[in-house]
């Protein structure tokens, strides 16, 4: 695989927020809920920004980002999914995806963050912490192949395993986050991307368990991820300031990379 690339300079910027401090419980339920989702929102924000030594790519920032602008859309009635809870798991799974992103790091202060984010997802969705957050998943490590071995032909059959995995991790984030944000956009062509991407993802899952030889495989899920990325480019054109569309956007775009055997992270 290609070498660990320097630690990339800037990262993913959330809403500028301070950490948020217990009030008192509010009137209605709706009004304790978008308050729990704002802390949330304000804690992911921090924990996006913290300083960290990450050996690779720095993606747990932009994942830890994308969890937090769900929140907020959250606190003021825009839920990612048709309810509350189900958009807990959204934001759920950006951070276990962060927390399973190879080689980055995660330091007490960023942790402390995340953990006090999750203590207000258990609330909204009623379910203990454990249920929904890894806390005890080792993250995996990335041993780099030598610079040469830059495309994925000249990959060990244990190399294309890990890529087809670390890419399907990034696949399934992004499946999870739109599946549910479909609901809320009412929109045809976001179904219509929802199901193609829940069907790459069987099928990248499949070729994954089945462990297959030679380049087919990862061939035909870098196909399969240049076809949904040029259509959700086609659907998302007058969407730029839909944060959501566009980090599903960016989770795709980092599995394609992946699976083409460039680890790096896209220069911004």
């Given at each position: 695989m290609n070498a660990v690339l320097e630690k990339q300079p800037s990262k993913a910027q959330g809403r500028k927020a301070k950490p948020a401090t217990p009030t008192h419980a509010p009137a209605t339920f709706v009004s304790e809920q978008s308050a729990?989702?704002?802390?949330?929102?304000?804690?992911?924000?921090?924990a996006s920004g913290t300083d960290e030594d990450h050996a690779f790519s720095g993606e747990s920032?932009?994942?830890?980002?994308?969890?937090?602008?769900?929140?907020?859309?959250?606190?003021?009635?825009?839920?990612?999914?048709?309810?509350?809870?189900?958009?807990?798991?959204?934001?759920?799974?950006?951070?276990?995806?962060?927390?399973?992103?190879?080689?980055d790091d995660e330091s007490v202060e960023r942790t402390l963050h995340i953990n006090n984010?999750?203590?207000?997802?258990?609330?909204?969705?009623?379910?203990?912490?454990?249920?929904m957050?890894?806390?005890d998943v080792p993250r995996p490590t990335r041993t780099p192949a030598p610079a040469s071995e830059s495309k994925h032909?000249?990959?060990?059959?244990?190399?294309?395993n890990e890529l087809h995995?670390?890419?399907?991790?990034?696949?399934?984030?992004?499946?999870?986050?739109?599946?549910?944000?479909?609901?809320?956009?009412?929109?045809?062509?976001?179904?219509?991307?929802?199901?193609l991407l829940g069907t790459y993802c069987e099928s990248t899952d499949e070729a994954?368990?089945?462990?297959?030889?030679?380049?087919?495989?990862l061939a035909d899920t870098s196909a399969d991820l240049s076809k949904i990325i040029n259509?959700?480019?086609?659907?998302?054109h007058d969407e730029r300031s839909d944060q959501v569309l566009h980090g599903v956007n960016h989770l795709l775009m980092s599995a394609k990379r992946i699976v083409d055997g460039d680890l790096g992270v896209l220069d911004e």
């Open positions: 729990l989702f704002a802390q949330v929102g304000d804690f992911l924000t921090l920032d932009r994942l830890l980002s994308i969890g937090a602008m769900i929140a907020l859309d959250a606190a003021k009635g825009k839920f990612s999914n048709t309810n509350a809870e189900n958009t807990v798991y959204d934001i759920a799974a950006c951070i276990n995806t962060a927390r399973l992103v190879p080689d984010a999750a203590e207000r997802l258990a609330i909204i969705a009623d379910t203990p912490v454990h249920q957050i890894f806390t032909k000249h990959f060990t059959q244990a190399q294309r995995w670390l890419a399907y991790v990034y696949m399934d984030c992004a499946s999870s986050v739109i599946s549910q944000y479909a609901e809320h956009a009412n929109s045809g062509e976001v179904f219509a991307l929802r199901d994954i368990k089945a462990a297959e030889s030679g380049d087919g495989p259509l959700f480019h086609a659907v998302n």
